[in-house]
């Protein structure tokens, strides 16, 4: 995955991070640096099923979703399953649809089930879905609500390459040649089996006890209007047990806490001053510096 | 939910359910429901689903109803059904253990049982079951808090139940020996059922000494002080009237003893005069005997003949015109009490009717007699040839096949089977004695006792149970023994060991008393006091008010709480070896220059010191660190040998000085 998103090592860890806390990852940045090809770059390297939704104004839950369709032969409804019955999803510009829309992904990211007219079908597993949007443009698009912001485990940005990766970025192949050239080095019953020993990962009560400060620290922040939810701390420690696993450790320490606290938290909150997400983040960090580690 | 946890909770129910076992006194049939708890507790060790509660409520509905006809049927005893139901609950409990309250009832009712228990018995196996249960019981109360408060690490959980185990062992021992006891009782019935004897209540059917004899349980322990020569005769009761199968004893009516300040008084009290306890002239030496009686089904109590006085803490006594001396009831627990009595085997007495008395159809024995000491003139001449006469012609045996039909007893033994033991010997004796005129009677009591070399004390048994016999011979009654002496076999070493162990057990801890407080203070004084100013008298006054008592529990209360607390608080601080490790190394950076706060992670360490070369040294060391300190635990010592190289390196020049 290196060769294709070069210098981006982070953002890599990050969705693999997300992947295994079976969680879903929000990308947030600029046009152009990488977002989509991330995506499709971790759905190819495992044999995921993979799909992509390009969310645009008209886009309707059914695109989503599926529709049924009456058979004439049967003479009865049928379900036509919708890009969302698949192992990776990638939502792109999700902010660019409507509301409606949103919340019917949204929906099927925390339930894990799709329910169309009285009938529930189970999405598969492992399910992850990538969204990415661009802060850039404001103009037609309608910002995610707080409350399905809250669905996604971890914020990230990718941000523009290092210099000497950009050169080779454009002197290079283009992404979407590499892509083909990948192989899935990990199957996909191989992560069902990761994502159930990152759940085994021990945890010591120290450490959750350090994760708990800083999830009541952002409740408290004078600048903080809106701390982080339950489901944040829940997600938070799911992320760190996967961090923690990621970095071949069977047990969790503060520093995954540390590295995660602003990826994981940054989001959920709201300022005072209503700014942006990565303004958060640097909120967030500012609280876990004001922490003490435990040792 | 830990391991630990379950086993606690099981090991408290059993141990309860023990403690109620040892005392003897439950029904095996009403406890054996006890055998549920192990199909109980299995199903719960495999965390099998706990039965519904419709089957808990119906055994429960039942266990009730078994507890009404309990105490009014089986037992006739609401403590002892209680008992019982406590064991069921235990029982049924162990089917339904669901939340850390359902663990909570097992406690407590375990805690029920052993109050049941302690009421119902006093023995040494009970305190050992005491200790065991007090532990278990603080190692439940930590878990559970711990749990309480989400540590599941059971490391954590060791070191505290460590120290207040010892802590509330150690209190237990310091209230044991410093506090005042109070006769006051807290259930005031006794329930416990007293060693079955026999011959000491009035009543002794012919025959029944018997089975007593083969039973080596022990009856009391006795401290002699004072010279005791000759064979020991425990005087119990006496026994006038026999109607050929049945002694019985006619006299009861007992007059109250004086009680003064040294204890109860025997004699005459016009004569006593308050100051001067002793009847005058007629005593030289005298005995005390200190005597651990055990519970029997009698309320009379044993002395060496003649008895001056009795000290215990009974709050009457009495004793009856044949010099028999009874408490005011049975006694249902070990009682202790101290005889002082002149060591003579003869009393002043006066004749009565009565002892002249023979059943009916004893003419062939009074013949016997009669012929026997045809040829003697004094009564003591006549009482001694009678004793020597049954001593060497007939053969002690305690295996007596019954008389046939018609036969008395007493004409089998003398005339037919010529063999029987001392209840045989002397209740011929006593009828061939009023045969020839002379007033006689049956005494009841013990002979002899094994003396234990391991505490020096004697140890009378059931099997030492005697009867023997006094004749009133020229106003004295005057004691014969018919009964030939017989071979005992001494009991073996280790028996002897153990029971003076249990001797030991009843005396000081049982039966610990303010003198003995008296005296530990003294002897722990007198090892202070070659230093210092603490002067026994001081603290014995300190000790004798109550108020001291009281501070000194409070103080201690405190001081307890305070220990537990701070405790606590560093654990949860969780200052362990690997992490004062760390700390070391971390100071030893910052005297570095490298920057760290409270909030700096080990890996912010390492990458501020990429630069120096002891940099994957601190790495390594981190990283077994941070297992040891958030993992499942790993290998300290090697965290800490790390940290040692670790600091060495840093500290030698060519390791720090090449990163700057």
């Known amino acids: 995955m290196e060769t294709i998103l070069q210098g981006k090592a982070d953002a890599i860890k990050m969705a693999i991070v997300t992947l295994l806390g079976r969680g879903h990852l929000l990308i947030e940045d600029i046009p152009g640096v990488g977002k989509t090809t991330l995506a499709s770059a971790l759905a190819k390297s495992t044999d995921c099923t993979f799909r992509r939704i390009q969310f645009t104004s008209d ?57 169309v007219e009285r009938h529930t079908f189970m999405l598969p597993d492992p399910f992850m879905v990538i969204a990415t949007q661009n802060p850039m443009e404001y103009h037609g698009t309608f910002p995610l609500p707080e409350s399905q912001l809250d669905r996604f485990m971890l914020h990230i940005t990718i941000g523009y390459p290092a210099l000497e990766y950009e050169r080779k970025a454009i002197l290079g192949k283009t992404s979407f040649v590499l892509l083909d050239d990948l192989s899935p080095v990990v199957s996909h019953q191989e992560i069902v089996r990761m994502q159930a020993e990152v759940e085994k990962v021990f945890t010591d009560d120290s450490v959750v006890a350090y994760l708990m400060k800083i999830v009541t620290g952002t409740r408290t922040h004078p600048s903080v209007r809106l701390g982080a939810s339950t489901r944040g701390a829940q997600f938070f420690l799911s992320a760190v047990r996967a961090h923690a696993y990621y970095e071949g450790r069977d047990y969790i320490s503060p520093d995954d806490v540390k590295a995660l606290a602003p990826l994981v938290l940054g989001h959920r909150i709201i300022l005072r001053t209503r700014m942006t997400v990565a303004e958060a983040e640097l909120v967030v960090r500012d609280i876990v510096e004001s922490l003490p580690v435990p040792v | 939910m830990p391991i630990l946890y379950k086993v606690l909770t099981a090991l408290l129910a059993l141990t309860g359910c023990v403690s109620l076992a040892i005392t003897g006194q439950i029904n095996l049939v009403m406890s054996s429901v006890a055998l549920a708890l192990i199909p109980g507790y299995y199903r719960f060790f495999k965390g099998e689903p706990h039965a519904s509660i419709r089957i808990i409520g119906l055994f429960t509905f039942t266990e009730l109803l078994v507890f009404l006809f309990d105490s009014f049927a089986v037992s006739g005893d609401v403590f002892i059904a209680v008992a019982h139901l406590t064991i069921a609950f235990q029982a049924l409990k162990s089917f339904d253990l669901k939340e850390p309250w359902d663990h909570l009832q097992v406690y407590f009712v375990s805690l029920l049982q052993l109050i049941i228990a302690s009421e119902l018995t006093s023995s040494l196996a009970f305190g050992v079951v005491f200790v065991v249960f007090m532990v278990l019981l603080v190692t439940a109360m930590v878990v559970s808090h711990f749990l309480k408060e989400g540590h599941g690490n059971q490391g954590l959980v060791r070191r505290p139940v460590y120290v207040i185990s010892v802590l509330t062992i150690c209190l237990t021992v310091l209230f044991f020996a410093g506090l005042p006891r109070f006769t006051y009782r807290f259930i005031s019935k006794g329930h416990a059922r007293g060693i079955h004897t026999t011959g000491f209540s009035g009543r002794m059917d012919f025959g029944s000494l018997g089975t007593v004899k083969l039973d080596p349980t022990v009856v009391m322990r006795v401290e002699l002080q004072g010279p005791a020569a000759g064979p020991l005769y425990w005087r119990g009761s006496t026994l006038d009237y026999f109607d050929g199968i049945t002694w019985k004893n006619e006299l009861r009516t007992g007059t109250r003893l004086r009680r003064t300040a040294d204890g109860f008084i025997l004699g005459t009290p016009e004569k006593g005069s308050g100051t001067n306890r002793q009847p005058e002239g007629t005593v030289k030496q005298q005995t005390e005997q200190q005597i651990d009686l055990e519970p029997l089904d009698s309320d009379v109590i044993f002395g060496l003949a003649r008895v001056l006085s009795i000290r215990t803490d009974a709050y009457a006594m009495t004793v009856d015109a044949a010099g028999t001396i009874s408490l005011p009831g049975k006694t249902s627990r070990r009682i202790r009490y101290t005889v002082i009595s002149d060591v003579a085997d003869r009393a002043a007495g006066s004749a009565d009717p009565r002892y002249l008395q023979v059943p009916a159809g004893s003419e062939r024995i009074s013949g016997l007699a009669l012929r026997l000491v045809r040829n003697i003139q004094d009564e003591a001449g006549r009482a001694a040839f009678i004793e020597g006469y049954l001593r060497n ?268």
């Open chain 2, 393 to 660: 012609n007939y053969e002690y045996s305690l295996t007596v096949s019954p008389p046939p039909e018609g036969t008395s007893p007493i004409e089998d033994f003398l005339f037919i089977a010529r063999k029987g033991y001392c209840e045989h010997y002397a209740t011929a004796m006593v009828l061939m004695l009023r045969g020839v005129g002379i007033p006689a009677r049956v005494v009841t009591g013990f002979l002899g006792g094994d003396r234990n070399t391991y505490g020096g004390y004697l140890i009378v048994r059931q099997s030492d149970a005697h009867s023997w016999v006094e004749a009133l011979i020229k106003g004295q009654w005057q004691r014969f023994d018919p009964t030939p002496p017989v071979a005992v076999q001494p009991a073996g070493t280790y028996n002897l060991f153990w029971d003076s162990v249990k001797m030991k057990w009843s005396r000081y801890v049982v039966g610990y008393r303010p003198e003995d407080r008296s005296d530990l203070l003294g002897q722990f004084a007198t090892g202070l006091g070659q230093a210092g100013r603490l002067s026994v008298q001081s603290v014995r006054r300190l000790m004798s008010s109550g108020l001291p008592a009281f501070l000194l529990f409070v103080a201690l209360s405190v001081l307890m709480a305070v220990s537990v607390l701070v405790h606590l608080k560093r654990r949860r601080r969780g200052r362990r070896k690997v992490t004062a490790a760390y700390l070391k190394v971390r100071g030893a950076l910052v005297r570095k220059g490298i920057r760290i706060t409270a909030s700096t992670t080990t890996a912010e360490i390492e990458a501020q010191t990429v630069k120096f070369p002891f940099n994957p040294l601190l790495r390594e060391f981190h990283r077994a660190y941070s297992r040891a300190r958030f993992g499942r635990g790993a290998d300290e010592e090697a965290v800490l040998q790390k940290a040692r190289s670790l600091i060495r390196a840093m500290g030698s020049k060519a390791m720090s000085g090449a990163g700057k």
């Open chain 1, 59 to 115: 886009l309707l839950p059914t695109d989503i979703l599926g529709v049924s369709i009456f058979n004439q032969e049967t003479r009865d409804f049928e379900f036509r399953q919708g890009p969302v019955f698949s192992n990776i999803v990638l939502a792109d510009e999700i902010n660019r649809t409507n509301p409606k829309t949103q919340s019917a992904l949204l929906e099927a990211m925390s339930e894990k089930k799709v329910s």
